[in-house]
């Protein structure tokens, strides 16, 4: 079965083209992209962000080259790597990503990214 995860990724528009293109060097990570996510909003928020969603999956950077490409454009754009101007301004592109997982331990959580504060971590206690 493997260990699995439950992995958030939110883009703006601004960053759809990078994404293309970290896709387009890995037929697996395109069709995680593409084809094999959860869910896939391409107008999330009405501004033409993506949000897509991936349940269950097992999110290993060194064993699957899909999530490699993947996880390497997230590092990328979280660490500022991308360079755009809107209306003329230069952007952060760590502000208009936000990359959200959740491993099956309590402990196992990562979060990168500054964009899309409405996508993060919630924990409560059931009882």
């Known amino acids: 079965m493997g260990y699995r995860s439950q992995v958030v990724l939110a883009i703006s528009k601004h960053l759809t083209p990078f994404l293309h293109l970290a896709t387009s060097k ?3 990570a395109e069709a995680l992209v593409f084809k094999n996510h959860d869910t896939f909003d391409r107008d999330y928020g009405g501004d033409k962000s993506w ?36 209306d003329g301004e230069a952007q952060s592109s760590s ?33």
């Open 51 to 86: 949000l897509l969603v991936w349940d269950d999956i097992k999110w290993y950077n060194e064993s699957y080259d899909g999530i490699a490409a993947i996880q390497g454009f997230v590092d990328a754009a979280a660490s500022d790597e991308y360079e755009f101007e809107i």
């Open 26 to 28: 890995s037929s697996d």
């Open 95 to 127: 502000e208009h990503i936000r990359f959200v997982r959740i491993g099956e331990e309590t402990d196992d959580n990562e979060v990168q990214g500054f964009g899309f504060w409405d996508i993060g971590i919630e924990r409560s206690i059931s009882y």
